[in-house]
T-cell receptor, first 112, second 118 residues
Framework: ETGVTQTPRHLVMGMTNKKSLKCEQH?????MYWYKQSAKKPLELMFV???????ENNSVPSRFSPECPNSSHLFLHLHTLQPEDSALYLC???????????FGPGTRLTVL | AQTVTQSQPEMSVQEAETVTLSCTYD???????LFWYKQPPSRQMILVIR??????QNATENRFSVNFQKAAKSFSLKISDSQLGDAAMYFC???????????????FGKGTKLSVKP
């Protein structure tokens, strides 16, 4: 498998649930990103990891918790989310931070 | 802070015709990169074309080309011989040429939804 993959593609969860989004890149990149895409808003950068170290957290609520166990995998752990957190969550990777980014297909999250 | 503006929320083109999507940006930097990404209904964000600001020559990728006007801070995307598969959201994005801190991050416009009529 090539490129950037994300699982699950769709997720419906209640406000009290705990779930995780997974991203895997097969490109040998060293930087990975989480974005949130809501309707009619520009993509919002949430987190940046470079060489497995979190280098940026854009004032994201603590109910979103990222994890990067190695340079190929990135997780976004979710707990006690709000309905306004419903969105498309996109993962991306780049060779190094600042290089051209390649995106995964996204996870469509619905919080009931 | 840099901003990216796409003034056309929606555009429509007839199959086989040519369409131009507009993008303007605001920056005080001289070294930066500009991108066009395509997001079809499948939601996969796909890189269409990339332009380095220091290059005067406009980037081209098959049927996709850009008109980069650095002085005017304009970066439009031209799609020639439009195909049904070109229907998607198109996002313009800016990235600083500097690599420190958040300067390496992409700044996206709100997107333009392109419809292709058969």
């Amino acid at each position: 498998e090539t490129g950037v993959t994300q699982t699950p593609r769709h997720l419906v969860m209640g406000m009290t649930n705990k779930k995780s989004l997974k991203c895997e890149q097969h490109l040998g990149h060293n930087a990975m990103y989480w974005y949130k895409q809501s309707a009619k808003k520009p993509l919002e950068l949430m987190f940046v990891y470079s060489l497995e170290e979190r280098v940026e957290n854009n004032s994201v609520p603590s109910r979103f918790s990222p994890e990067c166990p190695n340079s190929s995998h990135l997780f976004l752990h979710l707990h006690t989310l709000q309905p306004e957190d419903s969105a498309l969550y996109l993962c991306a990777s780049s060779q190094e931070r600042g290089d051209t980014q390649y995106f995964g297909p996204g996870t469509r999250l619905t919080v009931l | 802070a840099q901003t990216v503006t796409q003034s056309q929320p929606e555009m429509s083109v007839q199959e086989a015709e040519t369409v131009t999507l507009s993008c303007t940006y605001d920056t005080s930097e001289s070294d930066y990169y500009l991108f066009w990404y395509k997001q079809p209904p499948s939601r996969q964000m796909i890189l269409v074309i990339r332009q380095e600001a220091y290059k005067q020559q406009n980037a081209t990728e098959n049927r996709f080309s850009v008109n980069f006007q650095k002085a005017a801070k304009s970066f439009s995307l031209k799609i020639s011989d439009s195909q049904l598969g070109d229907a998607a959201m198109y996002f313009c994005a800016y990235r600083s040429g500097r690599y420190g801190g958040s300067q390496g991050n992409l700044i996206f416009g709100k997107g333009t939804k392109l419809s292709v009529k058969p």
